[in-house]
């Protein structure tokens, strides 16, 4: 630390408390709206307002100090560094406002037609002299255009993305989607930084675009046959991220109509993966039989069940609230709504699922949802995942939780049930013209008692004894 200053320097009294107050050097005053700082110490004691006053001294001079080496450098010929730029500029249009007129940089004003503005903004400059007769150089600066404006970075640009333009897409977001949303992105931006570099983003050019687009096609198909090559549906994402980024920045920067380099670029192939479903049999004999889950918690055994006889998905099951399962209605049923505090997949997810067989035996002994899972579908699904690996309740290994929600899909295919009512109850989207609203609860529940599952009379039986024990 600094040593102490001597005296009452940079120290004011009025009305017997104690204040800050130092002129701002004369190099740094461009990152500064006034030429000094008047700051209250909140103190009428002499000796704290000293204490305090020393530590903003030893704050201002180490500040000082790095502004003054950016100026070094840009002197130098290398870049100021973003924050300080930015804001040198920004005090720099807050100036000329003050002055009376538009910020302009100087090629601007060296426009032929601008002579009668350069007038002006000159008589202005040389009426803001200081008390000495010079002049000021940030009014100079600013009035005159001699600040340039900094070059943000995609990575720049992508802080400023997620911290101001992108809020409202964030808002109905629970904590976890916020946490996968900001993740996402991030990784976008390390990809494209990677490949191309931290570029500023007004300086990207459509070969640097084709350029990434080349790299991504080359991981959807590698030379090295050992490399396992990326999936379209990846290379789509991390590219449409920064293809979005690049617009938004500049639609919040007003250049609605700048053309976008990532433009008509698109990963059309589909992935081969292809998640199989649980046979009949298999449900029946393996899964729908007592004792096949026991060892689970309470909540994984029963959404395990919920999963079987509603074609949700794992994330909508453990996410329900109470409120969302509707057992005193005259047709049980689940609700999938809309909420402020978590978003839904799509509008479509948006549904009413009647409960029948083995979900209506398990919502009745989860009225309360699940708690320990809510907002935590990673968890869930590793859970679960190794669960069913560990009993060997997978047919094979490309079975996985989600198999149950595509077995419920062919069971309905199998069963002719309507189309348009299959796509409702998985909550997907169809192109026939909608009519009426997809049939009563009751409707729904008699369509699904064409597939439901036969429960065994002793399914819960070691489950509730354990629960009453």
Known sequence: MARPLDGDRYLRQ????????RHIPR???PFYESQTIRLALSTQSRDIARMRRDELVEADDAYWAQLKLSLDLEKAGQ???????????????????????????????????????????????????????????????AVLGGVSEPKTTVSEAMDIYKSKIALG??????????????????RSLRYFVEVI????????TREHAQAYFDWWNQQLSPDDPDEKPKKPKTAARHFSDVRKLYAEYFRYMGEEDRQNPFRNMNFKGKSRTVIPAFPDAWVRQKILVRGALDGLTEELHLVTFMLIETGCRPSEIINLRPEDIVLKAKVPHIAIRAREDRETKTET???EIPLVGVALEAAK????????YVDKSNSFSAAMSAAFRRR????????????FRHSFEKRMQEANIDYALRCLLMGHKHDRPKYGDGGSLSYRRDELMKIAHPVPNDLFADFDAARTA
Request: hydrophobic letters at 35%; proline letters at 6%; glycine letters at 4%.
């Open 392 to 403: 060997e309740l997978f047919p094979t290994a490309d079975h996985v939780i989600y198999s």
């Open 197 to 204: 570099g931290d570029l500023p983003i007004a300086e990207i």
């Open 27 to 29: 190099r740094v005053q």
């Open 14 to 21: 009025r009305a017997g408390w104690y204040y800050y107050y």
């Open 169 to 186: 897409e964030l808002r109905s977001k629970s904590p976890a989607q916020k946490k996968l949303w900001h993740a996402t992105k991030d």
């Open 365 to 372: 002994r989860a009225p309360g949802g699940f708690p320990r």
């Open 79 to 141: 870049a100021m560094d973003t924050a300080h730029a930015r804001k040198r500029y920004d005090i720099a249009k807050a100036r000329a406002m003050a002055a009376g007129y538009t910020y302009r940089p100087v090629d601007q004003l060296a426009d032929p037609s601008q002579i009668e503005d350069i007038v002006r903004r000159l008589l202005t400059v040389e009426q803001q002299t200081t008390s000495d007769g010079r002049l000021n150089e940030a009014v100079v600066n």
């Open 349 to 351: 997810s948006i549904r």
